[in-house]
């Protein structure tokens, strides 16, 4: 089985150079695409000097899920796996993703490891039942799919900024297809990453956002929607309040976060209804791969014809 391992990156140039150079060792034979815009710290020139990259594509848009579908439409392999820039593939990676797909998964994910004083921490599956439906969460750090399936689901929804791995996961669940865990399929990391790629610096706003319209799209106006959104806002907001009872942050900023999180979730149910409408099939993607043939502002593909 062919795969092609799309590397998202923005402004990480070191990062990737060390997730690339663990490509090279332990996924040899994989067809490496990074996806790198718009970068200003030598990323493109550090790229075009490696001879382990098969593909780099230059975006103008800072939006992972943008970057993600750049990569994707352009991969040759069966399968495409996605690797965040700032996560190095551990020996075991390639191996288990192959020995996945060839047993019949369609979607693959693994833990992400992180190296800390005397050994590594390790994620452990996340699985929710909502609606009826059992979602396990695709890390879109560490996932592989087969090409075919990412067609079906025409590749991630470019609205959101940040969760669209989450989103993905929802989609699978609402597609009946099933995502297998493997926690040989690891990656490790030596610095903290931001949510869902790290692209997009936190933001209350954004996030409620986000989990709104990825609720909203994919289960409609439900009791079980509200009730999982809010309980999120009021676990936050007792976590911020917290951080003003010792002196960590300001009462005003508290109510600016709280502002935020409303208008957030009011857009973002707004939005998730309108996209519902506008694709009403399992795929709940109206914002996707096949929208849109402009993401990329410049291609290098050394690949051969």
Do not use: C, Q
């Not at 750049?70 to 020996?91: F, K, N, S, W």
């Not at 992180?114 to 599956?125: I, P, W």
């Not at 009946?176 to 690891?186: I, Q, T, Y």
Request: aromatic share 4%; proline share 3%; hydrophobic share 40%.
């Amino acid at each position: 089985m062919d795969i092609s391992v799309v590397v998202p990156t923005l402004n990480g140039r070191d990062l990737l150079a060390a997730s690339l150079d663990s490509l090279a060792e332990h996924a040899p034979d994989a067809e490496v695409i990074v996806v790198n815009g718009p970068s200003a710290d030598g990323t493109t020139g550090m790229v075009r000097d490696r001879e382990d990259v098969d593909v780099l594509v230059e975006i103008s848009a800072r939006n992972v899920n943008v970057a993600r579908n750049a990569g994707i439409e352009i991969a040759d392999g069966d399968a495409v796996a996605l690797l965040g820039y700032d996560h190095r593939v551990e020996a075991d990676w390639l191996d288990t993703v192959a020995d996945a797909l060839v047993d019949g998964a369609d979607a693959v994910t693994g833990p992400l490891r992180r190296t800390v004083k005397g050994g590594a921490t390790s994620e452990a599956v996340e699985r929710r039942r909502i609606v009826g439906r059992e979602v396990t969460y695709v890390n879109g750090r560490n996932a592989a799919f087969r090409a075919d399936l990412l067609s079906k689901l025409d590749g991630f929804d470019e609205y959101l900024e940040t969760g669209g791995s989450r989103d993905v996961s929802h989609r699978l669940a609402g597609m009946d297809v099933e995502v297998a865990w493997r926690p040989g399929m690891a990656v490790r990391r030596e610095a903290p990453t931001a949510a869902d790629g790290g692209r997009t610096e936190h933001d209350w706003g954004w996030k409620y956002r986000a989990l709104a319209y990825r609720l909203v799209k994919n289960y409609g106006v439900r009791p079980t929607v509200a009730r999982r959104t809010l309980a999120h806002a009021v676990s936050d907001g007792r976590g911020a309040l917290r951080e003003v009872t010792r002196g960590e942050a300001t009462p005003t900023s508290w109510i600016g976060n709280g502002r935020d999180v409303l208008t957030g979730i009011a857009t973002g149910a707004s939005d998730g209804l309108v996209a519902r409408a506008s694709d009403r099939s399992s795929t709940r993607n109206p914002h996707g791969l096949s929208v849109r043939a402009d993401r990329a502002v410049a291609k290098y593909d050394w690949r051969e014809p």
